[in-house]
């Protein structure tokens, strides 16, 4: 989502999530780069109070905001995070962002695993016994495809992003994802500059009735 609020308002509009039945998985990455993280983490808290099934997971850019965050309240570090961050929450360096900001990144799982799928930011090492163990790989892990142990996967797929890949690559891959067991959804929706590439738009994917969403980037002073 990258802080590109209007276009993950437009995309909840176009999934029009049912209160008591829909999840909404979310794998991370709601900040930075985009006009409104802080927006954008704000709408995610509001849809929770309201009742919806909300699952964020944790990407590499809420772990790096848990870091530069640290590194200036504690290390006396300054001025690092991304400057559409700061803008959104109106700060000039990290130390001003608000507790309960913070907070909601330290809180986020690595990953969640349900009966059918496991939802994670960046995917999984193989190379370890349980690729689930080690949450730098969790985070920004690429290029992992040709490691898969499906002996440990089973039946379960998995569902990532962080790596972003065309819409048309998007869809590729999902032909062969009941095969393959894997799906990457991130096509770049920060990228609006890339629209005419295949990127700059946010995907969604109805897990029970197999079907893609996506929705164009429609957020304004995207720099990207």
Not at 8 to 21: G, K, N, P, S, V
Not at 57 to 65: A, F, S
Not at 76 to 105: A, H, Q, R
Not at 205 to 212: A, E, G, I, S
Request: charged share 25%.
């Amino acid at each position: 989502i990258h802080g590109c609020l209007s276009t993950f308002q437009a995309l909840l509009h176009q999934l029009d999530l049912d209160i008591d039945t829909d999840a909404l998985y979310l794998l991370g990455d709601y900040v930075d780069r985009g006009p409104d993280s802080k927006g954008v983490i704000d709408e995610i808290w509001q849809l929770q109070k309201q009742g919806y099934k909300v699952l964020p997971i944790r990407g590499n850019h809420e772990q790096m905001l848990i870091h530069d965050h640290h590194a200036e309240t504690k290390k006396g570090w300054f001025d690092m995070g991304d400057e559409e961050l700061k803008s959104s929450f109106g700060i000039n360096n990290m130390t001003g962002l608000p507790v309960p900001y913070v907070d909601f990144c330290k809180g986020l799982p690595h990953y969640l695993v349900e009966d059918e799928f496991i939802a994670v930011h960046a995917g999984m090492n193989f190379n370890l016994e349980n690729p689930l163990e080690n949450s730098e790989d969790l985070l920004w892990i690429r290029d992992w495809y040709d490691n898969v142990n499906y002996e440990w996967l089973q039946n379960k797929k998995i569902i990532h992003g962080h790596t972003p890949q065309t819409r048309q690559e998007i869809e590729i891959q999902f032909k062969d994802f009941d095969k393959k067991q894997i799906l990457n959804i991130d096509c770049g929706a920060f990228s609006a500059q890339s629209k005419k590439h295949g990127l700059g738009q946010l995907c969604a994917l109805d897990f029970t009735n197999r079907k893609l969403h996506f929705q164009e980037n429609i957020d304004t002073g995207c720099k990207y």
